[in-house]
C-alpha cells in the first residue's frame, strides 16, 4: 500500500513562511490528483487545495487565498504547499493526500491514500 508522506511542518511565528512537501512515490503524478488538506482540533478536515492533470490547480479555501500555493515537480514525485504570511489560526495538522486517476475534488472521502500528517503551529 502506497502512502504519501508529508514534511517540512514546524513551529513558526505570525506572518513568516513555511514550505509544505508531499512525497508521493509510487503515485503517477500525470493521472493522480494530489490534495492539501488541514485539521483543527475539535473541526472537519478542510480542503485547501489540489493539483491534477485533468483539473490542474483548485483552491478550496478561502482563509488561505493569496496566502497559501500549490505546485508540483512530476519528475520527482513532489507536491508542495507553500505557505506565507501564517496566522495563529493556520494551526493544525496538515495532509496531503492522493486520489488515484482522477481530478480535484474538496470531498476527502474521495481520496484513497493519505499520509500521517505533519504540525504546523503558528505563534504570536
Known amino acids: 500500500q502506497w502512502q504519501p508522506v508529508e514534511s517540512g511542518g514546524g513551529s513558526v511565528h505570525t506572518g513568516e513562511s513555511l514550505r509544505l512537501t508531499c512525497g508521493a512515490s509510487?503515485?503517477?503524478?500525470?493521472?493522480?490528483?494530489v490534495g492539501w488538506f488541514r485539521q483543527v482540533p475539535g473541526k472537519e478536515r478542510e480542503a485547501l487545495s489540489c493539483?491534477?492533470?485533468?483539473?490542474?490547480?483548485?483552491d478550496f479555501s478561502d482563509s488561505v487565498k493569496g496566502r497559501f500555493f500549490i505546485s508540483r515537480d512530476n519528475v520527482a514525485k513532489k507536491v508542495f504547499l507553500q505557505m506565507n504570511a501564517l496566522k495563529p489560526e493556520d494551526t493544525g495538522v496538515y495532509y496531503c493526500?492522493?486520489?488515484?486517476?482522477?481530478?480535484?475534488?474538496?470531498?476527502?472521502?474521495?481520496?484513497?491514500?493519505w499520509g500521517q500528517g505533519v504540525q504546523v503551529t503558528v505563534s504570536g
Open positions: 493526500a492522493v486520489r488515484k486517476g482522477r481530478g480535484c475534488t474538496s470531498y476527502t472521502f474521495l481520496f484513497e491514500h
Open positions: 509510487g503515485f503517477n503524478l500525470d493521472q493522480d490528483a
Open positions: 493539483i491534477s492533470t485533468i483539473t490542474e490547480s483548485m
